[in-house]
């Protein structure tokens, strides 16, 4: 991996948590809002809690260069 890929890991790392619980939100939200889907809650919060985890992983990855954009364009004119 080259820098540029170490730095993207490393922020995609950080933004990690935060993704992760605005998916794990808006899928309880749904569990909780949907009379269908509360009555099986007892499998679908389970189901919501694994596919978080397994979700946010490339969402954080494809987020984080808009996260660094700030950071890039500064390198790039010569300012600190």
Request: overall charge positive.
């Amino acid at each position: 991996m080259n820098n540029d890929s170490w730095a993207r890991l490393r922020v995609a790392a950080l933004i990690y948590c935060m993704v992760n619980a605005a998916v794990f939100g808006v899928g309880m939200v749904a569990i909780l809002s949907i009379a269908a889907l509360m009555s099986h809650a007892f499998f679908w919060i389970p189901a919501v809690v694994a596919s978080s985890f397994v979700i946010s992983a490339p969402l954080a990855w494809f987020i984080a260069p808009w996260m660094m954009m700030r950071f890039i364009r500064a390198n790039s004119t010569g300012h600190t």
